[in-house]
């Protein structure tokens, strides 16, 4: 997931420039591949936020300037305990300032479902910064829907979070926020930092690719191979063929559904818990443009093999880690990649005339948003594409 040591310089160094020179657009910037620091003059993200989230230092950001203990000193304290995802000063629950950073206790390496979320925490107005980590509940929506944003943005970059707090701390600026989000599809850093005493926002752009594979699929083979971003696969057994009992396409039961309910994330041929075939889509609750955090997940299963297709609707709650935080990664993917579900189910079908879509979920693969989409040939064989 991380980039070269030559070419994290020279994404460090391109917006590095940026910043200093204040000259080139965010979107000519993004276009090059180069980091992107947003325009020097802002104090927030304004109009092109993607989440609700802002820095909770009451009226006055200036009392970071009491901490003795610096956001680096924190990453070197909790790096020992993962990769790090997020970090911020706060107003803790006893009103006194805080110091939070956030550890993927997998590394970056490891998807957000098969990962573990923590928080070091503690006085950052004594030195040394003593922490103490505690462990996100299964049951914790909040935190766990929120850290796989967080770690899901951070592996579609190729600058890590510690790399952007030090770009943004060049010429003695005290960031005091550092969080992982969007801006007009890329993911990247949101950082506000005290410049002379006045608070500034900055984006930085994470340098993930750009490329395109929608217009010329490559068949991958039956898997994603040593490239899989996550450890799931499809769940029809032994013999993938079933699927062909199925009296609807995807494609058409993505049209239906987003016909009803709106904008869908993720879609598949499964066997459910009866053991007969099932057609499952996710559409979510909210718009597709509102972050995981504040979204809704929901689940249309049902029977392909009918005549007619008709689903039962089911929506996650909020104690339902595995699909809670699934659908959280999903979403964000998409939020992230060029082209919808549908697009990429369709690019699939058309790459394999006469073969069946069976499974299209939202992935990653060397820093690019996209869909990993199987699709079951006329040679009665799975067929892997990446669809970005």
């Given at each position: 997931m991380r980039a070269s040591t030559v070419l994290r310089s020279v994404l460090l160094s391109a917006s590095f420039l940026t910043l200093v020179a204040c000259a080139s657009t965010d979107s000519d910037a993004a276009a090059s591949g180069a980091a992107v620091v947003a325009n020097s003059e802002s104090t927030g993200p304004g109009a092109d936020a993607t989440d609700a989230r802002v820095p909770e230092l009451g009226a006055d950001p200036t009392i970071v300037q009491q901490a003795k203990v610096s956001m680096t000193d924190g990453f070197a304290k909790a790096s020992?305990?993962?990769?790090?995802?997020?970090?911020?000063?706060?107003?803790?629950?006893?009103?006194?300032?805080?110091?939070?950073?956030?550890?993927?206790?997998?590394?970056?390496?490891?998807?957000?479902?098969?990962?573990?979320?923590?928080?070091?925490?503690?006085?950052?107005?004594?030195?040394?910064?003593?922490?103490?980590?505690?462990?996100?509940?299964?049951?914790?929506r909040e935190h766990l829907v929120r850290s796989t944003r967080d770690l899901t943005l951070v592996q579609l970059s190729k600058i890590s979070l510690e790399e952007a707090v030090a770009q943004a701390s060049m010429n003695g600026a005290l960031v005091y926020w550092a969080i992982p989000t969007i801006k007009h599809g890329r993911a990247g850093y949101g950082i506000y930092t005290l410049v002379s005493g006045k608070p500034r926002y900055d984006f930085i752009d994470g340098g993930g690719s750009m490329s395109s594979t929608v217009a010329s699929l490559t068949d991958l083979g039956p898997t994603p191979g040593d490239k899989a971003s996550d450890a799931r696969s499809p769940e029809l057994g032994t013999d993938v063929t079933i699927v062909e009992s199925a009296k609807i396409k995807m494609s058409d039961a993505l049209e239906r559904a987003e016909a009803k309910y709106g904008p869908t994330i993720e879609a598949k041929f499964e066997l459910g818990d009866d053991g007969k075939l099932s057609l499952s889509v996710y559409p979510i609750a909210k718009a597709l443009d509102m972050d995981a955090e504040r979204n809704g997940f929901r689940e249309l299963a049902g029977d392909p093999t009918a005549a007619t297709w008709t689903p039962a609707l089911e929506e996650f709650k909020p104690e339902d880690k595995e699909h809670q935080v699934r659908s959280a990664r999903d979403l964000t993917i998409v939020q992230t990649a060029s082209i919808s579900l549908r697009s990429a189910v369709d690019a699939a079908e058309k790459a394999m005339p006469g073969g069946i879509v069976y499974w299209a979920v939202p992935t990653l693969r060397e820093a690019r948003a996209g869909f990993g989409v199987y699709v079951l040939g006329t040679d009665k064989k799975a067929h892997y594409f990446f669809v970005s």
């Open positions: 020992a305990s993962g990769a790090i995802i997020e970090a911020k000063y706060e107003i803790g629950d006893d009103g006194k300032l805080s110091l939070s950073v956030y550890p993927a206790g997998k590394g970056v390496g490891v998807d957000a479902e098969q990962n573990v979320f923590q928080e070091l925490s503690g006085d950052p107005t004594a030195s040394p910064f003593a922490g103490s980590l505690e462990t996100f509940a299964d049951t914790d």
